[in-house]
């Protein structure tokens, strides 16, 4: 008689990892804890009506700096927080230098992520090199770094992440929310973040559409805006979408949530 788990460890021999997905029932209970709630500070769009805009509480008086982890070739989310006096941090390693015609505070050819060496810096401790005496609720996080989002949120201490009053995270990888150890991952990094802050904003990025995991039914990028709990107490839940919101991509089909975090009921 073959042994139990024989045929999972022929597939590692292959080069294929197989493993049962978690149940549908603990997807749907993490979207749950993803809906925007509403606060006293009705949300702007900073950045063009595109890829690369976000929507951002009206709360931005008294901020110091910007930290923008992931730089493109344009930079409108910066260029307007620039036009309110905010000027920001940049970091990536995939690119030489800033954006044409913004003026940045700094650029670090670093990527961003769970530690510094390398290629590679911690979030904490690139905040801690340009903004040693930010105190809370003084930044603005705007992290767009492929992937890893999830280590460098889990590896920066709550101290440093209770120094931005806003955050505008995009999260990737959702398709991997289907492995069991990587949704552990998951579940610990939304556990820390909704400690200190709460959602605000939520939008499903159209560029790579939709994965049915099971009947879970999850846009494969989408983008977060948290604001600190410092600032403002979460009200009711918020409607979607906001009227400020675009599409990501134009010439791609439009994704609303109305289509997304519904587990659908197999036969």
């Known amino acids: ?41 009705p949300l702007v769009r900073m950045g063009s009506a595109a890829d690369g805009g976000y929507l951002v509480p009206d709360d931005l008086q008294d901020i110091k700096a910007c930290f923008s982890p992931g730089v493109d070739t344009f930079a409108t989310f910066e260029t307007d927080l620039l036009k309110r006096g905010i000027g920001s941090h940049l970091a990536d390693y995939s690119v030489d230098k800033v954006p044409d015609g913004l003026q940045a505070l700094s650029f670090v050819k670093k990527f961003v992520g769970g530690n510094t060496a390398g290629h590679h810096v911690a979030l904490e401790d690139w905040v801690t090199q340009f903004e040693p005496h930010a105190k809370n609720d003084e930044l603005i996080l705007q992290m767009d ?70 009947g879970f039914v999850a846009p494969r990028i989408f983008e977060l805006t948290l604001l600190s709990r410092s600032r403002a107490a979460p009200g009711a839940i918020a409607a979607t979408p906001h ?25």
């Open 1 to 41: 008689m073959q042994a139990p788990g024989h045929f999972r460890y022929d597939m590692f021999s292959q080069g294929i990892f197989v493993d049962p997905m978690p149940p549908t029932s603990r997807l749907d209970a993490l979207a749950q804890k993803l809906h925007p709630q509403q606060s006293q500070f």
């Open 243 to 267: 009227p400020l919101d675009f599409p990501n991509v134009n010439n791609m089909p439009p994704l609303d949530w109305g289509q997304c975090w519904v587990p659908r009921v197999r036969s």
């Open 145 to 214: 770094v492929e992937g890893a989002e999830y280590e460098t949120l889990l590896a920066c201490p709550s101290s440093v992440l209770a120094k931005f009053r806003i955050m505008v995270i995009e999260f990737h990888s959702v398709e991997s929310w289907g492995h069991g150890d990587f949704l552990n991952i998951v579940e610990a990094t939304f556990t820390k973040l909704l400690r200190s802050h709460f959602i605000v904003h939520s939008h499903p990025n159209n560029a790579m559409g939709l994965v049915d995991m099971n």
